[in-house]
């Protein structure tokens, strides 16, 4: 017996429409390696037109007053709220994470930073008019850039399509939202929510891969791009803005250490570590996947790491003991399983290092130790379960390999040391440092990196700013 598929639509100018070519791909859980919905495979004749849409929309959405594009949000994080049930089944169908995690540490973050943001639409903040040339009165005014193409990835789908949406609409602009292709279910199901609080067009989603997101970025009517994604992707995002100059918003890859020294607490570390490292099986740019311990405790902490990695279950989405699900494709999974058989000979799997199970894509919670700072393990991207494990015999050498990297989203430092503390934050070089904690975040505060990790922040009245330009009015006081 053949289940048929749900079927799933773009939603473009406030009506959902199929594909203009009638082109579909399958949509997988990833907790069952089977295909449960089919989403529109959007081509050009699709960018075309929610674009077309969303510049439609922008004059009458740039002139609704602060207070109106509050209200909207707000309307929408309400409404997430009461329908908090059906996008927590769709986030988890999307990405096989387990329903109670995702219910209680995803959904109300995500409605806390839609309502930020709601607020920060009323809270702009510039200089004041003055004279500074004898006669005249000089104006700054902040005010919207316009459509936005805004790219989500597939590791938090939910979460990451509120990180590009909320700050957009607040300021002002409008929106062509591309979701994963691996992950549209929950994108969707935002968009049916929207539609009855939004002006049409103001807020458009489209489904497709590579190409539908280049088509997106190369169209001549977004004033910017803003993407989640790979360094790869961050990289031809901004070569392909560049031709005609758009605004680009950057957040990509992390490579974030943990940097243990010997008077930490233990226990602590261990334990916030193993979870900021396995938490959405390690797939989040800031976990905690590249720990760096002194070497006088090196041998306690790595037994201690190992302990807690085995301790820690991942499983089917409906399983309340797990930490993690699935990992997001087949293709990932061979990522991430290939690290683990490359590793050089000098390095030592002390827990995990192989596949969960004969259905989905599960890894099993992984250290590894023995590392050297120019293994491929340590420089590159895992993006998985699995965390490594360095000894340094000082600061110095603890800052040369934390740094040492091509990426600089976020880190962590370890130490009852308040000196050695702030010493290590200022020369970190990474866009976050946790002082005795890895990974919680809060709406108030900024998420973006340098170098590699890309550019732009998330999050905070400076990403609300990123999606704002400034113009200067002066006035003659002559009439």
Known sequence: MTTELRRLRNYIGGEFKDAADGRTTEVVNPATGEAYATAPLSGQADVDAAMAAAAAAFPGWRDTTPSERQKALLKIADAFEARADELVAAESENTGKPLGLTASEELPPMVDQIRFFAGAARLLEGRSAGEYMDGMTSIIRREP???CAQVAPWNYPMMMAVWKFAPAIAAGNTVVLKPSDTTPASTVLMAEIIDSVLPKGVFNVICGDRETGKAMVEHSIPAMASIT????AGMQVAESASKDVKRVHLELGGKAPAVV?????????????????YFNAGQDCTAATRVLVHESIHDEFVTALAKAASDTKTGQPDDEDVLYGPLNNPNQLKQVAGFIERLPAHAKVEAGGHQVGDKGYFYAPTVVSGLKQDDEIIQNE???????????????QALEYANGVEFALASSVWTKDHGRAMRMSKNLDFGCVWINTHIPLVAE????????SGYGKDLSAYGFEDYTRIKHVMTSLDG
């Open 229 to 232: 994604g790979s360094v790869r």
């Open 445 to 452: 505060m900024p998420h973006g990196g340098f170098k590699k």
């Open 261 to 277: 020294f010997q008077d930490a607490d233990i226990a602590k570390a261990v334990e916030d570590i193993a979870v900021a490292g």
């Open 145 to 147: 850039v316009g459509v």
């Open 382 to 396: 895992v993006f998985g379960p699995v965390i490594t494990v360095q000894s340094f015999t000082g600061e110095a």
